[in-house]
């Protein structure tokens, strides 16, 4: 499997970043709105509700204030069913239909039989509205009555010195079925919108990444001609710096000063010249790494075998702790990641100190690890984040680097699946710690 390059995956996270605005930013919106609504339908209903039962607790009011108080004549004695508003028992039709009512207080007739089922049924009288009523406060609580949600009105009534209390009971059941509705339409609805947002925005945020990739596509083709050409001025430079070299031979004459900063500069202006052009081909695709079996140990030990002349020149000394390590990969590319480490930790060890190199299986976690840690000054900490971009260099580096060495490393590590980081030792020097999946018996 092809694995994204860091262009496409800066496309493709940056493409992320404006769907996860524009679809976050939709998703607010419509939580905001189906908040409002489902708010205003709710207060819409609640109130509709409440004034059915004021309506209600009124023409009970003006029941009481017509006379005694007394069951109406004509209404059957064991039925729950209201003939007017200002009886006790449901009302069917009307402004008040749906509710029941009872009318409490020391001189009240105690109600009775299936009538007094039947009040009981939907929670009357409820005692705490009671009790607050004979206190002087009217309450609205909202109950649940064997399973059913509802609301009880308590309305306090004094007439001729005595105390009244008028309870109105109505079910929500109703209103929580239409809220339910709303909530659902709301949420289907929502997603519905958001899904067609994020489809849209995905394709928009495709059509408008368009420039950036050519631009993108401009820069590597630039960086990979530019390294392309610089290599033949770069050989001529080199060439004429042999030439006068030879030239000084059996000349009472020194080679002339300026000879060794060219040939320095020339040196590094092609280790530039090459990091570019492995860069830009690396971004491009063309590069393709092999997959084969891989002992990591022993391609580390052969990377250090060929830097043991710049350790020895630097007076730093190599350490390796090698055990047999299989991986799937490329061993070329591997013995390259071994090179920019240990590179990287002689120049910046101190002279007389030691480059730690150490090469193993991590138990349980299916992972090799490649371990390289120098003795020098360490990374500043707030430069820790930018060790692997591509041009960054630590104030404190020495002299000679690219600033391109890590981010091929980066590469390296993350095309065959891998991570790598570097963290500060409490002993002084910087830890590098490179982790590649382990070969499976399959692969």
């Known amino acids: 499997m092809t694995r994204p390059t860091r262009e496409s995956r800066l496309l493709r ?37 409440e004034a059915k039962l004021r309506e209600r607790a009124a023409f009970m009011q003006s029941f009481v204030e017509r006379g005694p108080i007394t069951l109406p004549p004509g209404v059957p004695s064991g039925g729950p069913i209201a003939t007017v508003p200002s009886d006790v028992g449901f009302v069917i039709g009307g402004a008040t239909s749906g509710t029941a009512a009872v009318i409490l207080g020391s001189n009240v007739p105690a109600i009775e039989g299936s009538r007094a089922e039947a009040l009981g049924s939907v929670g009357l009288p409820d005692q705490a509205g009671y009790e607050a009523a004979l206190a002087g406060e009217t309450t609205i ?17 004094v007439l001729g010195g005595e105390t009244f ?13 239409t809220l339910a509705t709303l909530r659902s339409v709301l949420t289907l609805g929502g997603l519905a919108v958001l899904a067609a947002a994020l489809a849209v925005g995905w394709f928009y945020a495709g059509r408008a990444l368009v420039p950036i990739r050519h631009s993108l596509a401009r820069q590597r083709e630039f960086a990979a001609d530019a390294s392309h050409e610089l290599r033949t001025p770069l050989a001529i430079v080199r060439s004429g710096v042999e030439e006068l070299r030879q030239a000084a031979v059996g000349s009472p004459d020194p080679p002339h000063p300026a000879i060794d900063d060219i040939e320095a500069g020339a040196t590094r ?26 002992d990591l140990g022993e391609v580390v030990a052969d990377a250090l075998a060929e830097l043991a002349g710049m350790a020895q020149a630097a007076g730093v000394r190599l350490s390796l702790a090698a055990a047999p390590t299989l991986v799937t990969g490329d061993a070329r590319r591997l013995a390259q990641l071994t090179a920019i480490l240990v590179d990287n930790a002689i120049r910046h060890g101190r002279p007389g100190g030691t480059v730690e190199v150490s090469v193993g299986a991590i138990e ?20 820790l984040a930018h060790v692997f971009d591509r041009f960054w260099r630590a104030r404190n580096a020495p002299s000679g680097g690219t600033g391109l060495g890590l981010a091929i490393a980066t590469w390296i590590v993350e095309g065959h699946g891998g991570t790598i980081e570097a963290a500060n ?3 002084g020097g910087a830890r590098f710690v490179a982790r590649l999946p382990l070969r499976r018996g399959g692969d």
């Not at 008028?166 to 109703?174: E, I, L, M, S, Y």
């Open 165 to 177: 209390v008028v309870q109105v009971f109505a079910d929500r059941v109703a209103e929580e079925e």
């Open 269 to 294: 202006l092609g280790s530039l010249v090459d990091d570019l052009l492995f860069l830009a081909r690396a971004d491009s695709g063309a590069l393709v790494l092999e997959r084969a079996a891989v």
């Open 141 to 157: 609580r909202e109950v649940e009555v064997n399973d059913i949600p509802g609301r009880i009105l308590s309305v306090p009534l």
């Open 425 to 427: 030792r409490p002993e």
């Open 13 to 49: 996270d940056t493409r992320i970043r404006l769907l996860a605005w524009s679809g976050g930013s939709t998703l607010v919106v419509l939580a905001a709105l189906g908040l409002a609504l489902n708010v205003a339908v709710s207060t819409s209903l609640s109130t509709a509700a």
């Open 364 to 383: 349980g976690q299916g992972q090799a690890e490649l371990i390289v840690a120098d003795n020098g000054p360490g990374i500043p900490a707030a430069e």
